[in-house]
């Protein structure tokens, strides 16, 4: 299993953060191995999830908890693909960043990877689209 972390700050109010997160079906141009979204009912989504060659489709739930400023998703069946976008006001323009997310390897080559410490910074770099996702020129 997978685990990664990263935070950010990005030069926008929290609310226009949050506001912009609200759409799904943008998350592909940030989060990690996330190829395609597809609302398919309240709450859920079939995603297209890239693991090392390997496409597979995870069905969903995403959920916006606006009392505590997060997104949360978590596959509901098969291999974990699970997360959390975290925010929290840096002053009055400013807004913290955190990406969280769990997956488990899918097919041989990934298992293996992950048994010998094969990891890479995907949290890291997926922030850094989400910051150009919502940077103000946007």
Known sequence: MSHQTATSVV??????????????????????????????GHQRYRMMVRSARTLREVLAT?????????????????????????????????????????????????GIGELFGSRNDTAQIELRKLEAHLSPEQ
């Open 62 to 110: 995403v959920q916006h908890h606006p009392r505590e400023h997060r997104f949360s998703w978590k596959n509901l069946e098969g291999p974990t693909y699970a997360g959390e976008i975290r925010l929290h006001p840096e002053g009055e323009h400013r807004t913290r960043i955190k990406l969280d997310f769990t997956s488990d390897p899918v097919g041989f080559m990934a």
């Open 11 to 40: 030069a926008l109010p929290m609310a226009q953060v949050e506001e912009r997160l609200r759409d799904v079906d943008t998350w592909p141009l940030f989060l990690p191995g996330l190829a395609e979204v597809a609302k398919v």
